[in-house]
């Protein structure tokens, strides 16, 4: 197995432990929050807020300093799931060896959790991410617009509504929003908030672009060769729902050609981006292209 | 009928028309953006972005410098609107005398409506609102709680999870939860945004609160009395859920009375907010009482 950053997904694990979902009065709420930290709290690799404090890192920051961004990444990114595991979406009863949200405490309830953690997410960025407040603006511009419209949801459309656009190109434009783009702002809001000039953001960003690529080519094939256990849900699910994939689109063996490729790729634009090297980035790119969940 | 500010509801209503929901490459998600501009113009009184302007003209600044926080506040209601009619949720299918967004677009697509509903809102406040980048920052904060665990969606979690934590007590917080925050957020930001200093901000503060708990009391009294045309959907759904409700704590009388005591009360902070007047502010205040849907 590929080395991973232990070290700042355990930090990123404690901090979500610990963390206060909602103001003092939470009391009334607290079912909801059972559910949020149910969620919240599955375990995982958490590569998104560790994507964020490796970037910092790779700056030369003290990654501590971004922590309340790259929590709320991961608050945002969970919210995904379970609106994406609801009945009148994929149906999934399992998501990392457990039930779902919505199987353990209700269709009602995930909605709301789901709602709850990105509001909260916001909530946590906008009162603790410590930055210049124009700069702070900026990064929480980009993770909502990265999340909307033009982002994570506007995919997750494609996906249910349309089961993607024509084309490889569709394909590729599907999962640019629905996963790409938040990953591709775990990258992006470090910058925004490091106050980078935008031309030496631009190597750091064609970085987050492909590792965004990366990540979904690889989704696609674990999806078919990967066992339930190690998923923590039915393999094949991909192909119940009848979507296409990389996998569908191009076969198994040129899709493994494809990730081979970007996953190179990827690596060429992180040794422009941080010429001097960025340990946590490489082995987080790495990881993204030899797990096996 | 009492008077209504009718030209800042035209301006919003202008605005909302013309608003561009994502960005640029928003033409894979066209389906989305229909569902969501469906349920956006659907017409209805804009109370809570008309609040937020009238609030802007009683501080004596041109009520266009917070269109865009204005616009963020209706994109959310309609947002909460939208996940509260769900099958999961309350099941209605008529909203303003139409199909509910689910049942116009399907279930996925609704969900996902009011999720990118949400993530619009802070984009466009974030990327559009003019003023201090603190203070904007601060104001926007102020709504994510507003909307989160402790506002908006805590409320609705104790409206569907327990109908109502016990007594006329919990009956007031589920509402100054489910509704009040976000019709004290509508006045809050505006106040944030001007930068006004906490201790000239507090009458203010406390006339939204009461203009909170009268929108309710009033809204459970018209379930009761008013008709399914003016209300655009069934009479009665409140007690067809087994809601708790002013009214079925209190009586309908009672609750006429406690409405009656809640006018006069945020007619009071507002003479206090505002000595030399706020006639918009006025007009909200005595339309939110006397309307009749």
Redesign the interface.
Known sequence: MTKYPEDLRDLVEAELETLE??????R??A???EA?RYSLLAGGKRVRPVLALATARALGRDEREVLPFALAVELIHTYSLI?DD?P??DDDDLRRGRPTCHVAF????A??A???L???A??LV??RQAG???A??AA??EL??A?????M??G???D???KA?EGAD?LR??HA?KTGRLIVASVECVLLISGMSEPATMPFRAFAAELGVLFQIVDDILDVTGTDAALGKPQGSDERLGKRTYVSEFGLEQARELARASHHQAREHLAAAAPAGAPELEQITDFIYTRTS
């Not at 209700?106 to 309830?109: F, Q």
């Open positions: 979902l909602g103001e003092n009065d939470g009334d709420a079912g909801l929050i949020m609106h609801l009148a979406m209700g269709e009602d309830v909605i709301l789901g709602d709850a990105y509001a909260e916001f909530h906008l009162t210049e407040p124009a702070v603006l929480v511009a909502a617009g999340t909307g419209v033009s982002g949801v506007g997750q459309y494609l249910v509504a349309t656009p569709g434009r599907l929003l």
